[in-house]
């Protein structure tokens, strides 16, 4: 279990984890589950491991080119809670702001075609912002 521990500590030095994603890491080196649970639970107990503090940390690094919708599906596929995950996006700001900033960067000018405007459109999309917010910078709404 020291061993187990060390490793654990090696890995959060570098970067947070989500619990899930330490997990997945530290597998192949547990004798057991149960070892590995206990693990975990005393690095969270010792507020050394969290969801919470994870999720907002993403969400903030990655705010600045990506949309609410597309954090979301990040911070679920590292197994982080739809709460945790609900109480981490207001970090970013406002998304529509970042669909502009992230749209000025991209294209800079409103498109003067209908097929400029979806190619736009499906970039801020797969970006993972809203259609809302997509709408709005399209618009010129906000200039």
């Known amino acids: 279990m020291p061993d187990l521990r ?20 530290l597998a192949p080196h547990a004798e057991s589950e149960e070892e590995l649970d206990a693990v975990l639970d005393t690095l969270q107990s010792e507020r050394l491991l969290s969801d919470a503090r994870y999720a907002a940390q993403r969400v903030v690094a990655r705010a600045g080119r990506y949309g609410n919708a597309r954090l979301k599906q990040e911070l679920r ?23 502009r900033s992230v749209w000025q ?36 709404v906000e200039q």
């Open 6 to 25: 060390v490793r654990a500590l090696q890995l959060l030095t570098r970067r947070d984890y989500s619990r899930a994603e330490l997990k997945g890491k």
């Open 77 to 99: 596929q590292k197994g982080v809670a739809d709460e945790e995950i609900a109480a981490a996006l207001p970090e970013g700001g406002d998304e529509a702001e970042r669909c």
């Open 105 to 140: 960067r991209k294209f800079g000018e409103l498109p003067q075609s209908p097929e400029a405007r979806a190619k736009q459109q499906r970039f801020l999309q797969y970006r993972g912002f809203s259609s809302e917010a997509i709408r709005r910078v399209l618009r010129g």
